[in-house]
C-alpha cells in the first residue's frame, strides 16, 4: 500500500526573490497552507520583487492547486511582482498543458533557485 508523502509549503526568502516549496499532494484537502501564504508572498509589503514556486516535490495536483496557482499569478501580477513555476513533474506539466495555462507562467530555470533554502531537508507539516 502506498503512503502519500505529507504535504508542505516551505517558503524561503533570499535576496530579490521568495522561494515557495511544495511537497506532497495540492488538492482539495491540502490546497488551504498555499492559500495562507500567498497573501503575503505575492502582494505582502516588502516582499520581493520575484516569486517562484517550486513544484518538484510535489507529487500530485488537481484542478483545485491549480487553481490557487492561477490565484498566485493574478496576486503577482496587481502587486508588480512576477512570478514564475521551477521543477514541474510530468503529472504537474499535463495538467498545465491541457488546461492551457502552461502558457500564462514561466518557467524558472533550477539554477535561479537560491541554494541555501529552495530544497528543505525535511518537509515541515
Known sequence: MDVPAPQSVTVV???DVSVVTL???MDLDHVDALRAVLPQV???VGAPARVVIDLGRLTFCDSTGLNALLQARLMCVASGRTLALS???PQVA???SIT???TLFEVAEPGELPPDG???SAPSP
Request: with cysteine.
Open 13 to 15: 526568502t533570499h535576496h
Open 94 to 96: 499535463r495538467l498545465l
Open 23 to 25: 511537497a506532497g499532494d
Open 42 to 44: 505575492c502582494s505582502g
Open 118 to 120: 529552495a530544497q528543505p
Open 100 to 102: 492551457g495555462a502552461d
Open 87 to 89: 521543477r514541474p513533474g
